[in-house]
């Protein structure tokens, strides 16, 4: 059974940094791209981040380019976002999901986790 | 405002069928080949119901059905049941440095 269990979140103020991990379990982490999703209180879904299965390539959001870097450690199947900078508005649910094919279709997420930034 | 335009709100009764729309509006969206829909249900994660604009993940009721004419993309709801009630998203790639987008959402009320 595939399972993505994101943590990680918490209360900080503008400015500051956070790290999310999401560990995967249950198919072969390496072989698929990843990405981090976030969803604002009441909003929709906004597309933050991914990255290949090897971890070769990266792509970003234009909101987070510059402050926001993802990565993955396959020997440990965890996908990390290092959050630097941040701002108010990156106040979300942030959700890991497993890519289908290339990075386009996310087939399973997990369940989220809240970064609040304020002061 | 997204280059994914859809509608806030749609509604229907049990055993009705209801199409969700999703217009591209930006030239960013060039191609609009990698289309899907996602529905999220309150407080949950988003569950891929759609991709490759027509595709059905396994598992996924045939219920749902996509389809694409032009610069829109629609997801079909047919037999509309209580547990349909959700936000359903389409997501498309752009030709943007933002490699994926999403709509707006649409609220699905199933009266």
């Known amino acids: 059974e595939v399972q993505l269990l994101e943590s990680g979140g918490g209360l900080l103020q503008p400015g500051g940094s956070l790290r999310l991990s999401c560990a995967a379990s249950?198919?072969?982490?390496?072989?698929?791209?990843m990405t981090w999703v976030r969803q604002a209180p009441g909003k929709g879904l906004e597309w933050v981040s991914a990255i290949i299965g090897s971890g070769g390539s990266t792509y970003y959001a234009d909101s987070v380019k510059g402050r926001f870097t993802i990565s993955r450690d396959n020997s440990k199947n965890t996908l990390y976002l290092q959050m630097n900078s941040l701002r108010a508005e990156d106040t979300a649910v942030y959700y890991c999901?497993?890519?289908?094919?290339?990075?386009?279709?996310?087939?399973?997420w997990g369940q989220g986790t809240l970064v609040t930034v304020s002061s | 405002q997204s280059a994914l335009t859809q509608p806030a709100s749609v509604s229907g009764s049990p055993g009705q069928s209801i199409t969700i729309s999703c217009t591209a509006t930006?030239?960013?969206?060039?191609?609009?080949?990698?289309v899907s829909w996602y529905q999220q249900h309150p407080g949950k994660a988003p569950k891929l119901m759609i991709y490759?604009?027509?595709r059905r993940p396994s598992g996924v009721s045939n219920r749902f059905s996509g389809s694409k004419s032009g610069n829109t993309a629609s997801l079909t709801i047919s037999g509309l049941q209580a547990e349909d009630e959700a936000d359903y998203y389409c997501?498309?790639?752009?030709?943007?440095?933002?490699?994926?987008?999403f709509g707006g959402g649409t609220k699905l009320t199933v009266l």
């Open positions: 999901a497993k890519a289908i094919v290339g990075i386009y279709y996310f087939d399973y």
């Open positions: 930006s030239s960013d969206i060039v191609g609009y080949n990698y």
């Open positions: 997501s498309s790639e752009t030709s943007s440095s933002t490699f994926v987008l």
């Open positions: 490759d604009v027509s």
């Open positions: 249950g198919f072969a982490f390496s072989s698929y791209a």
